[in-house]
């Protein structure tokens, strides 16, 4: 894609740790050329005192892609915001929702909305060093704090200091006596304060995200905020972005099918392979695999594909066309199944 030409962020598919690596998002581009993608939650310690290159490396094809750092000293985000912008990052998001107790230790993630004085510094700093966009993600409030009003206050604070988009993952952030996944489900969607937002700052860009998982659903938002953001559901069921295309940006181009997607799977794998497999790099095939288990949802077959996939001794062998193998099973079964079905009919 052509940096020049970059898409709104009109739909979007979700930063989560341990799964929208380098891999997830090439195989994400697969099924849709213009949602914009993002990475993982990188630290500023990870990049300043850590492997940047493992952090920061990305896939040509990625792009619209944008990375989500996580922090709270100004200077260290200024100077990650600066590395984003020389690697050819579309976008830098600022983490302001995330509830683990990894980042409460370190005073960032969802803690930050108590502090949006600083967040507005730290945008400032960004958005000084970056020649990129600077975005924040946030939740609607912290703890029993859940009132329009305290996120309201902090989404106008933070725009003062130049940010334009916000994404608003529309639950509460409960630091205390929730795990991560459970903030992602238990705290009640609140999706009408980001539409309120919206009406308040009609001159923000504000992107909606959580327990979106229909292209209904999508359109029915997109009639109150500029933007929506897929979490899980891009992730468990990937082929479901296959119409975003057409359907968001009117881009009637024809979709590759599941099949075309995996034979280009195939030789990305053994590049990958080749190049971090060894020398104790530690690339295995299952870290790229276990991204595509759920392109086959709601197909005939598709528990035997995973199947294959998920073969430890099969996986073990390394060798990327074990993706074939899965495909051509599945097929097969749905050969059967439909050859039951015909039998039963006559």
């Known amino acids: 894609m052509n940096k020049l030409a970059i898409p709104s962020r009109r739909v979007s598919v979700a930063p989560m740790l341990d799964w929208t690596d380098r891999h997830c998002r090439q195989f994400h581009r697969h099924i849709t050329r213009h949602t914009w993608l993002y990475t993982e939650m990188v630290t500023t310690g990870a990049l300043l005192r850590g492997d940047a290159q493992r952090h920061l490396e990305f896939n040509p094809d990625e792009h619209p892609v944008a990375l989500q750092l996580g922090g709270s000293e100004t ?202 497999g060894n020398d104790g790099k530690g690339l295995r095939l299952n870290t790229i695999v276990r991204h595509m288990l759920g392109l086959m949802t709601g197909l005939t077959g598709a528990r035997s594909f995973r199947q294959i996939l998920s073969d430890s001794k099969k996986l073990a062998l390394g060798n990327p066309e074990l993706l074939l193998e899965a495909v051509a099973r599945m097929q097969q079964v749905a050969l059967q199944e439909k050859s039951r079905e015909e039998q039963f009919s006559e």
């Open 75 to 276: 200077a260290d985000l200024a100077q990650c915001a600066k590395m984003a912008g020389e690697w050819g990052y579309d976008e830098v998001n600022l983490n302001c929702g995330c509830p683990s107790e990894r980042v409460q230790k370190g005073a960032f993630g969802a803690c930050l909305m108590s502090e949006p004085e600083l967040v507005a510094d730290c945008v400032k700093a960004m958005k000084d060093a970056a020649s990129i966009d600077v975005t924040v993600k946030h939740r609607i409030g912290v703890n029993d704090v859940d009132s329009y009003e305290f996120m309201r206050d902090f989404v106008g604070t933070v725009a003062e200091a130049g940010c334009q988009t916000f994404v608003v993952h529309a639950r509460n952030a409960i630091l205390k006596g929730l795990t991560p996944k459970e903030n992602r489900e238990i705290p009640p969607l609140k999706y009408d304060y980001a539409y309120r937002l919206k009406q308040d700052f009609p001159h923000l860009e504000i992107i909606l995200n959580g327990g979106i998982k229909t292209t209904e659903d999508m359109d029915l938002h997109l009639q109150h905020v500029d933007g929506v953001m897929i979490g899980r559901e891009a992730y468990q069921n990937p082929y479901f972005m296959a119409s975003f295309d057409s359907r968001f940006y009117g881009d009637h181009s024809p979709v590759k099918t599941r099949e075309e997607i995996i034979t280009c799977m195939v030789p990305y794998i053994h590049r990958q392979l080749e190049l971090y």
